[in-house]
């Protein structure tokens, strides 16, 4: 079993920022690519950014040049640098990753639990 667990989610002022970080645990062979999701109360899950295993990012359009996604390979560990923060940005952001748990095994996915990000105006 493979665990995400996400952390750095708050409260802040618009034009703030925080570092979200989601590590990734248990039986881990590789990580394909880690992405962060959100969703906001009443919406949809959207997809935020993403990083390959190579490090190839990609960004939604309403967070290019104020988002920054990292990740640490030796340590399974994406991180998420939200920078001008907006209110329209808050809501739960997810880590998402596709993980395979031994050399033959399938590509599975897995979400962690959530953290609340909330933008104050």
């Known amino acids: 079993q493979v665990q995400l667990v996400e952390s750095g989610g708050g409260l802040v002022q618009a034009g703030g920022s925080l570092r979200l970080s989601c590590a990734a645990s248990?039986?881990?062979?590789?990580?394909?690519?880690m992405d962060w999701y959100r969703q906001a109360p009443g919406k949809q899950r959207e997809l935020v950014a993403g990083?390959?295993?190579?490090?190839?990012?990609k960004y939604a359009d309403s967070v290019k040049g104020r988002f920054t996604i990292t990740r640490d390979v030796a340590k399974n560990t994406v991180y998420l640098q939200m920078n001008s923060l907006k209110p329209e940005d808050t809501a739960v952001y997810y880590c998402?990753?596709?993980?395979?748990?031994?050399?033959?095994?399938?590509?599975?996915?897995?979400w962690g639990q959530g953290t609340q990000v909330t933008v104050s105006s």
């Open positions: 998402n990753a596709g993980v395979t748990s031994s050399r033959w095994g399938l590509l599975r996915s897995y």
């Open positions: 990083v390959t295993s190579g490090g190839s990012t």
């Open positions: 248990g039986s881990i062979f590789s990580i394909n690519a």
